[in-house]
């Protein structure tokens, strides 16, 4: 054996085992939690008192409305306490309400399904900057980030917005979603007769 294989040895037993914690990251709706799947498994594998956790989420978020999914992060300890962060919804969600729509553009880059304002991307930045991931960017970091996002998803952002012609792009926007949607059913029929 030589001597460099020693000196590996030797060092692996003196390093000690760095324990990163059992880190958990979903999304949970706002004042939402339950023990049922697929929050309360997840919980109860990392040994977690799922009933506790579920009280201290839903009391945490009451002044959110119900419903809206929150990107959170558990850090479970050894003596199962936990460490609970819970971001501000996701930027997704924000641009979606900003522009008024339910969904993103079935084919992005091909079509348009909202518009939104520099202001309303730039109002959206300084909520979303008070995310931990987000902190050590500038608000004209997280604006070019969240320009790309939203045209992942087919909204446009436009200087300024008309209200009135907004109005009627999103009625014409209604026909098309709907059509679509018709496309969609048809396919699935059409999927499930060719299994059956």
């Known amino acids: 054996m030589s001597k460099a294989s020693k000196g590996i ?34 919980l109860g594998q990392h040994g977690l008192n799922i009933a506790a956790f579920c009280k201290d989420f839903n009391e945490r978020t009451k002044d959110i409305k119900e419903g809206i999914a929150l990107p959170t992060r558990i850090t479970v300890n050894p003596d199962r306490s936990y460490t609970l962060v819970i971001h501000q919804p996701p930027t997704t969600f924000f641009l979606k309400q900003a522009a008024g729509i339910q969904r993103g553009a079935m084919e992005p880059g091909k079509e348009v399904c909202g518009k939104v304002s520099l202001r309303h991307l730039y109002e959206i930045a300084k909520i979303k900057s008070t995310d931990p991931v987000m902190e050590t960017k500038s608000l004209a970091e997280i604006c070019k980030m969240f320009v790309g996002i939203a045209h992942s998803c087919g909204i446009e952002i436009v200087k300024d917005l008309d209200p009135s012609e907004y109005q009627q792009f999103l009625k014409e926007r209604e026909e098309i ?20």
């Open 9 to 42: 040895k030797t060092l692996k037993k003196t390093i000690e085992k760095v324990n990163h914690g059992n880190k958990i990251a979903t999304n949970i709706p706002a004042g939402m939690a339950a023990a049922g799947p697929p929050l309360g498994p997840m």
């Open 177 to 196: 979603v709907s059509k679509q949607k018709k496309e969609l059913q048809e396919k699935k029929e059409a999927k499930m007769l060719r299994t059956v």
